[in-house]
């Protein structure tokens, strides 16, 4: 499978504890996001990478959450001191940037689902 | 700001009844794109509008974008139960990434 591939699946976790989600993106796309879904909700923007440079985090992103693309191929997002409003699903996308004509196709990973209790 | 709105939030048919999403926007876009997100799954890219008034089909899907760039909309030909799920027109931000409503949830009755 050359998709975007997400791990864990499920992760839960009593609020307090700090979690790591890793994405690994289809491998020759150089742009790598990271979205956040809740129910009913459609995603909303985290961060994005281009190569290894995160280029862009959301006011959504609070300092509790941090992430890393180290050598401009797999991604870790990682949340510290997770609250329960942190239970979401953590959705990865990549593509490959040719030109600018704005938003070029995004390819989603089956997404990280997180439950903090 | 920029604003997408996409109607209607949710739809029932009957399988076999065609059905319309429509995505309105308050600004020009530069293009449009279309996901399925089907229960439980992750959003699935169909397709990319940039030119004013294109219209491009998919076997029973058709999507078209306004003259004006302004609105497009996703029309599926006699429904399937495999149609069913959530529809999302989006729009690039400033930063290449996707900005997302709540689409319209399909269901389909058999």
């Known amino acids: 499978d050359t998709g975007v591939s997400q791990d864990p699946r499920h992760k839960i976790t009593k609020r307090g504890q700090n979690v790591t989600f890793r994405c690994d993106p289809i491998?020759?796309?150089?742009?790598l996001y990271w979205y956040r879904q809740t129910l009913g909700q459609g995603p909303e923007f985290l961060t994005y990478?281009?190569?290894?440079?995160?280029?862009?985090k959301s006011r959504l992103l609070s300092d509790r959450f941090s992430a890393e693309r180290p050598k401009g191929s797999f991604s870790t997002l990682e949340i510290q001191r997770t609250e329960q409003g942190d239970s979401a699903m953590y959705l990865c996308?990549?593509?490959?940037?040719?030109?600018?004509?704005?938003?070029?196709?995004?390819?989603f990973g089956p997404g990280t689902r997180l439950t903090v209790l | 700001g920029q604003q997408v709105m996409q109607i209607p939030q949710y739809q029932h048919v009957q399988e076999g009844e065609d059905f319309t999403t429509y995505c309105n926007s308050s600004?020009?876009?530069?293009?449009i794109q279309w996901y399925k997100q089907r229960p439980g799954g992750h959003p699935v890219f169909l397709i990319q509008?940039?030119?004013?008034?294109e219209v491009k089909k998919q076997k029973r899907l058709t999507f078209q974008f306004g003259e004006a760039k302004k609105n497009s909309s996703l029309h599926i030909t006699a429904t399937q139960t495999t149609d069913v799920g959530t529809y999302f027109c989006?729009?690039?931000?400033?930063?290449?990434?996707?900005?997302f409503g709540k689409g319209t949830k399909l269901s389909v009755k058999p």
């Open positions: 600004t020009t876009l530069s293009n």
């Open positions: 491998s020759e796309h150089n742009r």
């Open positions: 989006n729009y690039g931000g400033s930063q290449g990434n996707l900005i």
């Open positions: 996308a990549s593509s490959l940037i040719r030109f600018q004509t704005g938003a070029d196709t995004q390819y």
């Open positions: 990478f281009q190569n290894e440079a995160q280029l862009e």
């Open positions: 509008l940039v030119k004013s008034g």
